[in-house]
Antibody, heavy 122, light 106 residues
């Protein structure tokens, strides 16, 4: 059974870059039937989809964040990463990595990491 | 973006009750809808996909229905472990969007 685990700093200063990594175990990130996604949850905005990447490198981003986000994938380490630049307090949230199906019969987030709280504060 | 609106925002219920949660999409999404359950301190868990398909291991007291813009999640007989917050999510278009959540509490 696949497991996902987020890692990264829990505190980021305003205007700096938030960097998180998701390590996938129990399955290959190279699997062609999945996308690898980032989702965040805050009290103010609820659950917000950030973006996703396929092992081939193709990606989709939320337009509201597109100018500030980069998602990358490292198949050799079975990891994918999120970078969010120029953070403000509004980016304070629990960040989840998740697996999203890439087939017509499964287009949903069927596995999630436990989440990591990132606070933006000086 | 497609707006997902859930109602009610919260519902008080007792063990054994039938609970119905509604999700409305701001435009048609065919059957590209999922329901998730989230308990405090945990990540959301996929319950139902494509509006009505129960995910593996999910009890049959959960059911989903609907298509187009109006969807329903029903818990036929509420169990103690079902007290949680439930979210709908559309997978029809980008960006993926979620409802604001419905908290099922005692």
């Amino acid at each position: 059974q696949v497991q996902l685990q987020e890692s990264g700093p829990g505190l980021v200063k305003p205007s700096q870059t938030l960097s998180l990594t998701c390590t996938v175990s129990g399955g290959s990130i190279d699997n062609s039937i999945y996308f690898w996604s980032w989702i965040r949850q805050s009290a103010g905005k609820g659950l917000e989809w950030i973006g996703r990447m396929y092992a081939s490198g193709s990606s989709n981003y939320n337009p509201s964040l597109k100018s500030r986000i980069t998602i990358s994938i490292d198949t050799s380490r079975n990891q994918f990463s999120l970078k969010l630049t120029s953070v403000t307090a509004a980016d304070t949230a629990i960040y989840y990595c998740a697996r999203e199906g890439a087939t017509i019969s499964n287009k949903y987030f069927d596995s999630w990491g436990q989440g990591i709280l990132v606070t933006v504060s000086s | 973006d497609i707006q997902m609106t859930q109602s009610p925002s919260s519902v008080s219920a007792s063990v054994g009750d039938r609970v119905t949660i509604t999700c409305r999409a701001s435009q048609g999404i065919a059957s590209w809808l999922a329901w998730y359950q989230q308990k405090p301190g945990n990540a959301p868990k996929l319950l139902i996909s494509t509006a009505s398909t129960l995910n593996r291991g999910i009890p049959s007291r959960f059911s989903g229905s609907g298509s187009g813009t109006d969807f329903t999640l029903t818990i036929s007989s509420l169990q103690p472990e079902d007290f949680a917050t439930y979210y709908c999510q559309q997978a029809d278009s980008f960006p993926r969007t979620f409802g604001q959540g419905t908290k099922v509490e005692i």
